[in-house]
């Protein structure tokens, strides 16, 4: 017997690309605004904390979302090496997220 025809595959492929993609976009700019205000000598630039705490707090799920969308976004003979460096860069990126919110 011959493989059934996936359709909806690339389709799947595209939407957790773009999902995935937006997702990572979001992480990233989660992590620039934790360092932002973790780094910054004006304390008039975050005097509270706030983008400090809700960007870290943020970057968990966003991280999450962007690992889960790269196994779908890739193809199946590289999906291993893809989640493993994802994975890897995500979850150093947001535990130092925390480091800096802990730290003082």
Do not use: N, Q
Request: glycine share 8%.
């Amino acid at each position: 017997m011959s493989k059934p025809v996936e359709y909806w595959s690339p389709l799947l492929g595209v939407v957790a690309g773009v999902l995935g993609l937006l997702a990572g976009a979001f992480w990233l700019e989660c992590l620039y605004l934790a360092l932002r205000s973790r780094l910054s000598d004006d304390p008039a630039s975050d005097p509270h904390g706030y983008a400090l705490i809700f960007s870290t707090m943020l970057s968990v799920p966003s991280a999450v979302t962007t690992g889960f969308c790269i196994a779908f976004a890739v193809p199946p003979r590289i999906r291993g090496r893809a989640i493993a460096v994802a994975a890897t860069v995500l979850s150093v990126g947001t535990g130092l997220l925390f480091v800096s919110l802990f730290s003082s």
